[in-house]
């Protein structure tokens, strides 16, 4: 029993001296210092032949280092032990492709304010002009002097007893509709007494309405106060159509027309760009994180304006 416990102990003493070993050698091959998280110099394989073909891509096998790709003129700067084919370009491109995205946007808004002034600016001057104010208080002075003559003309019907007895028949035929429409809400109420009384009272609102016609059109005062004030609102209105034609052709409304059209393209045309420039970009960005993601590479040049640091190796 003695003799085969030996072996054991032996075999336990081989195996820590081979573990001690091993974890000798990692540590020493393990990076240090603050940037230990930064791509090392890859050692060159020490038997090529033994490698697999596709340099240990295979699921379940070590995957061996692999060389960062040369860098074009013009391209990424070294810094210190740092490289990085961050897409820098594809990332800028699409910063200004969303500043120029916003400016065109504060344009369009520009330009709609400019043109809503240029059109207050004009409604203005033509409002406050002599002739349109003299126009408009000719228009409201035969306006008063109508309704004058007209509650003149009307004092002889208001007094005449037929005149009274309609007006208030046609209220008391007013009241009965009303009191019909209580009386339907409990339940249903007769529709014949409901289109006798609308009858009557629209009968009887004729007969006033008569009587004040007769009256008007035989007073020539009347007639002579409506001719003036018809005149006068009419001088208005062509003042406001001869308004209406000098904005569809004032210079400056159209200019400001013309740079909102302009305007309304450029956002459009920005906005594409913007879209297009994201997708580039994230596909860009996406693409060097998943192609350096394990070798520290996938991260801004060290002291950019991307930043100091990065993707660590195997985030």
Known sequence: MRAMRMPRSMASIVVGLGLTAMGTAAAADAPTGP??????????ASDPATAPANSGRDFGQPLLP????????GGPQ????NRSDFPEDPVHDWVVASARAARSRAMLH???????????DSQFTFEQSQEFREASASEKQAYDAYTSE??????????????VAAIQLRDEMASRIEKLRAMS????????DVLEA?????????????MERDALEKDTAVQDSRQKMVQASARVAELRAAFDNSVRMNPQIVQARRDLDNARVELITAEAYYSAAAAAGAMATDYSYYRHRWDGLASPVVGGVWGTTGYAPGY
């Open 35 to 44: 940037d230990w998280f930064r791509p090392q110099p890859v050692q060159p």
């Open 66 to 73: 692999v060389a960062p790709p040369p860098f074009a003129a």
């Open 78 to 81: 070294q810094n210190g032990a």
């Open 110 to 120: 520009l330009a709609e304010q400019q043109l809503t002034d240029s059109i207050r």
């Open 150 to 163: 007209r509650q003149k003309a009307l004092q002889s019907v208001l007094h005449d007893p037929a005149y």
């Open 185 to 192: 809400k409990p339940g249903p109420v007769p529709r014949e």
């Open 198 to 210: 609308a009858s009557l009272k629209l009968q009887y609102a004729s007969d006033a309405h008569n």
